[in-house]
């Protein structure tokens, strides 16, 4: 295959033809690779035939893998192309983000709620109700990993967290922010508390306890709850609601 007068007869110049063709600078390249841009500006001025991130960069770029490796073959695989047109069509999968030049990115969308209340029980094994694709630049722009990975969305019950997360909301999470020494005082996470998932805004205190707030103004029916670091660990902290899809 050949672009004007240049034959793309290296790893390099296919990587660096189809990034100019989706309007990626080197830095935007390299960081859908989780690679430093040094990376992709070295292999395309070397000129290089190999590289460690191929697979990685076949995925960033939505090219077929053999092509980039080898240039022989159809660039883009017209059979995922087919799939993934035709799970568009469906009524469940819908697209958030707006137009974006990147490869969607699918998350799942399971039959789980947290309560923002007492607490709720979900199935050991919930339905998958369907996914909902997200654009590379959504997730960008949220800090949020750019493949997807770790991500989930399940909905909010109850009324505990007031105006913030009303009931029923959809809420997208993100199931790798779910260790104490990651877990950031101030954030809204979900937490399994004997079963039970519920859904908190959580103060990490001086002392290593951590406060449980509702945002509810009714501290009546729903007051702060203070747990020390061991009792915190037993409540398993889940995943950090990250955004949240409000009915209006």
Known sequence: METGLEKLDTLAKRVKFVRQEKKLTQAQLGELIGADPSVIGNLERRNGKSSS?????AKAL????SWLMS???NKYNDKIQEIEDAQVEQPEYVV???????KLVNVPYRDLKASCGGGYVNLEHPEQKGMIAFTVEFLRENDLPIDGKGLLLMHACGDSMGYTIPHGTLMLVNTNESEYDNFISN?????????????KRAFKNLDGTV????DNTDKSRYPDQIID???FY???LEARVRHTFTKH
């Open 53 to 57: 991130y191929t697979e990685a960069l």
């Open 62 to 65: 939505g090219v077929n893998l």
């Open 71 to 73: 240039g022989s073959g």
């Open 96 to 102: 958030i983000g707006g137009k974006t030049d990147y």
């Open 187 to 199: 954030k809204i996470y979900v937490f399994n508390a004997d079963g039970e998932s519920i859904c």
């Open 211 to 214: 406060t449980l707030v509702s």
């Open 229 to 231: 670091k061991d009792k």
């Open 234 to 236: 037993e409540f398993k």
